[in-house]
């Protein structure tokens, strides 16, 4: 659902910029997770 706008453009390039940090935390979840496990 890419339609661009003179408004969507910046509110679509924004709810993408909010959306990549959710998946990097995710990311850094098995990370911080892990090395509890290893302990």
């Known amino acids: 659902s890419i339609s661009c ?3 969507t ?3 679509t ?3 993408i910029l909010e ?3 959710q998946e ?3 990311k850094l979840l098995p990370l911080s997770v ?3 496990l290893n302990i």
């Open 19 to 21: 959306e990549e940090p």
């Open 24 to 26: 990097n935390q995710k």
């Open 9 to 11: 453009c910046s509110d």
């Open 34 to 36: 892990t090395p509890e």
């Open 5 to 7: 706008e003179e408004a």
């Open 13 to 15: 390039s924004e709810s």
